[in-house]
Structures are given as structure tokens and as C-alpha cells.
């Protein structure tokens, strides 16, 4: 659980757990032979995968930025990727209930990003942060209707009873949430994913969720196969290189599962590193 401070506002990375994706799908056309260097393989090809979400505290209102995967994935699911539901156990160690948190922010709603959104009390799906508005993107949010490639990714249970409650959000595109923190669409992973960017005693931090999920996808074509626009992907990255590098922005990674966050530079070849 690590702590950065940004002028008033304090941020708290929290984990839902560890999963496991399959490395192949997790670094799409990049090789075996060079990302096994990088990172841990099993038996299986897979690779450990953080669910990284931030709670940030300071402000005005005490926020949330994603959700991880929660408990209620159907069980062949839970098999597949496993299930470690840590989340509420780490806010409530970082002292916080779900009731102290005012705003939760989902970057999209896959499964892995949005499964805290809501729990399921005797049959019924109620709210896990009972006071709080929940903001995604409005074009996220119909997309997860549409039954495309990325289908299966998607539960209703986690966003659809706040939409229809009014408890969440949809936005049309960027926008301020509170003073100090709002959001702006990076397409590439999903059209619509948005990414958090807080600002805060002349530093800025930014979530920037599957656009650059760990620090080992910092180098501009290692691009997941989960991608529904590879190419926007990177052009989406060039776009926010071009701002966070020059402006020393902290980057969160939403699934690594050791760094939570870092700085972002060239070395002596050109090439980007954290």
C-alpha cells in the first residue's frame, strides 16, 4: 500500500488482488522471447496481474478510481482467472469504509475495472459505496450493450442497476469531476475508456488505466491483443507521452502488480522508460 501526496490531496493505492492473463494475450504481436524477459511466466503462459484501483483523500470528497474485479464472477470465470477480492479488506486497512467514499470513477467497465461497483446481498445487487455517484462514459456504457469482440468482458450487474437508480453518472466526454481531478478519453483499448488526471500542488498524476496497463507496456507498440484499436492505442499514447514526459506527470499503472505508479523518461537510446 504506497502513499503519494499531491498538494492537498493524499493517494493510496489499493489492490484488489492478483489475476492471471495470458501473457501472449496480455503483449498481442510482441514475442515470447522478448517479454517473458520482462516479466513472470507459469506453466500455463500466464502472467501475474495486478488490479490496481487509488483512493484519493484530501479534497473536498474522498474518491475512488476503479474497482477491480469484486466477488461476483460467475464461477468458470473465477477458475479461469482467479478471484482474490482484496479490495474492500485494503480500504478498510487504509482507513476508509465504503461508506466514507463520495465519488467512484470507472476508466470502462470490464469486468476487472468496475466488479467492487455493486455486491450481491441476498439476491439482490445493491451498491457497494452506498453514498457515492459512480462516473464512466456514456459511450462506454452503450458499447457494453452492443455484444461486440469484447462481449464477454462485460456484466451488467456491476454498472447497469446505478445507471437505472441514477447513483451513476454518463458522461460525453472530458470534464471536471471535482476541483483537481477530472477525466479525458484516451480511445485505443475500448472507444470511449477515460483516464483520471489529478492535479494538485503544481504536480499532476494521472490513471491512465489499459492505455499503458503496466510499466512493462511503456514502449509505444507493445500493445495488448485486448485492444479493440491497436493503432489508436498507440496513437493515444504518443498523445499523452507528449504531455506527461515534458510535464513530469506521475503515471498509475492499473495492472501492475508491483508498481503501482512511476515517472516517465528517455534513456541515452531514446527509448522510453519508468
Known amino acids: 500500500m504506497q502513499r503519494v501526496t499531491l498538494g492537498d490531496f493524499e493517494l493510496t493505492a489499493l489492490s484488489d488482488g492478483i489475476y492471471h492473463l495470458d501473457g501472449g494475450a496480455f503483449f498481442g504481436i510482441v514475442p515470447k522471447v522478448l517479454w517473458s524477459k520482462k516479466v513472470s511466466v507459469d506453466e500455463q503462459d500466464r502472467v501475474p496481474t495486478g488490479l490496481n484501483s487509488v483512493l484519493i483523500r484530501g479534497g473536498k470528497k474522498t474518491v475512488l478510481i476503479e474497482t477491480g474485479i469484486g466477488n461476483k464472477l460467475p464461477e468458470k470465470m473465477a477458475k479461469l482467472y482467479g478471484q482474490p477480492a482484496k479490495l474492500l479488506d485494503n480500504l478498510n486497512a487504509a482507513g476508509a469504509s465504503p461508506e466514507d467514499v463520495d465519488i467512484v470513477i470507472n476508466t470502462h467497465l470490464h469486468f476487472d475495472h468496475c466488479g467492487w461497483n455493486t455486491v450481491r446481498r441476498n439476491s439482490v445487487i445493491t451498491p457497494t459505496f452506498p453514498k457515492a455517484k459512480y462516473y464512466v462514459q456514456e459511450g462506454e456504457w452503450k458499447h457494453a450493450h452492443q455484444g461486440q469482440r469484447d462481449s464477454v468482458s462485460y456484466f451488467h450487474e456491476n454498472y447497469d442497476p446505478l445507471v437505472e437508480s441514477g447513483q451513476m453518472q454518463l458522461l460525453q466526454g472530458g470534464q471536471e469531476i471535482?476541483?483537481?481531478?477530472?477525466?479525458?478519453?484516451?480511445?485505443?483499448?475500448?472507444?470511449?475508456?477515460?483516464?483520471?488526471?489529478?492535479?494538485?500542488?503544481?504536480?499532476?498524476?494521472?490513471?491512465?488505466?489499459?492505455?499503458?496497463?503496466?510499466?512493462?507496456?511503456?514502449?509505444?507498440?507493445?500493445?495488448?491483443?485486448?485492444?479493440?484499436?491497436?493503432?489508436?492505442?498507440?496513437?493515444?499514447?504518443?498523445?499523452?507521452?507528449?504531455?506527461?514526459?515534458?510535464?513530469?506527470?506521475?503515471?498509475?499503472?492499473?495492472?501492475?502488480?508491483?508498481?503501482?505508479?512511476?515517472y516517465l523518461e528517455r534513456d541515452e537510446r531514446g527509448k522510453i522508460i519508468w
Open 178 to 262: 471535482v476541483p483537481g481531478i477530472s477525466v479525458q478519453v484516451f480511445p485505443g483499448h475500448t472507444r470511449d475508456m477515460q483516464a483520471v488526471i489529478i492535479q494538485g500542488g503544481g504536480k499532476t498524476a494521472c490513471y491512465i488505466s489499459d492505455l499503458i496497463p503496466t510499466s512493462t507496456h511503456v514502449e509505444l507498440n507493445w500493445v495488448m491483443s485486448f485492444d479493440l484499436y491497436p493503432l489508436e492505442t498507440i496513437e493515444s499514447r504518443k498523445l499523452y507521452y507528449s504531455r506527461a514526459m515534458p510535464e513530469r506527470w506521475l503515471t498509475m499503472f492499473t495492472h501492475d502488480p508491483e508498481i503501482p505508479w512511476a
